[in-house]
DNA sequence: TTGACACATACCGATATCGGAATATATTAA
DNA sequence: TTAATATATTCCGATATCGGTATGTGTCAA
């Protein structure tokens, strides 16, 4: 056996960059093949490639509209990368995390509003 | 030009199963390759291959131990494939959301706390 | 109907993977 | 020193990738 096909999960879907940059420009709106190629500044077969390897993965979803395909994200088929990693929160190093500076600032506005609530 | 190395990117090296259970392994405790394999039921070749991508992609440290190598989990180096999955998060599907879950049990705490200091 | 446009697919070459088996290296114990 | 243990590395074959180029398919417009 060799490396597994990209196909065969998210995972291994979104190691390639490409493929990231192309779910980052999709979330926002969805866009036409040569749209995202001239965005990303990269070929229309590539991109058609890098797009049916999404798709087989669940990550983008295709409308059709005349002779154009319009794709967009399912940030949905993510939530499962998202989790895996989220297990691993409780061991990151504590010292200027952004979970603690975000756990902060929601101390702080507390804090204030009960500060409102009082006067 | 083919596909990257596994060991070009945390996304690249954790695009492999066996690899995710390695470190779901290691974050608990340090380890011996040894046991690693045992309990993964993998050939110990196997597992130095792979703890060897890990630690290439700094995801896992290692000490030595007499003739053994104790291997650790480095979660830290996970969190630039949190914060960019994170990035998504606001376009998942809301019902049954476990975020929206845990943002109407924070609310909940709030007005149960807003109530105990109006009595 | 023909041509232009949008997109998908097929083919090629170079490359890196992964599992498995064999072997090398290093450390401890006898 | 020698044997045993723990781990790393090397070699192999099969496979799938990715970029590039060429070509196929389908839709609209004149």
Redesign the interface.
């Known amino acids: 056996m060799a490396?597994?096909a990209?196909t065969s999960?998210v995972?291994?879907a979104?190691?390639?960059?490409r493929r990231?940059a192309i779910?980052?420009l999709l979330?926002e709106a969805e866009r036409a093949v040569n749209d995202v190629a001239d965005e990303l500044d990269l070929d229309q077969p590539s991109v058609s490639k890098h797009l049916r390897v999404l798709r087989e993965v669940d990550l983008v979803n295709v409308r059709r509209d005349g002779r154009r395909r319009l794709y967009s994200?399912n940030?949905?088929a993510?939530?499962p990368?998202?989790e895996?990693?989220?297990?691993?929160?409780r061991?990151?190093?504590r010292q200027l995390d952004?979970i603690q500076t975000r756990a902060e600032a929601r101390a702080k506005r507390?804090r204030r509003r009960?500060n409102k609530?009082r006067r």
């Open positions: 490396r597994a990209t999960d995972y291994n979104i190691a390639e960059p990231r779910l980052e979330c994200a940030a949905d993510l939530r990368v998202h895996w990693v989220t297990m691993f929160e061991f990151w190093s952004a507390r009960r609530e």
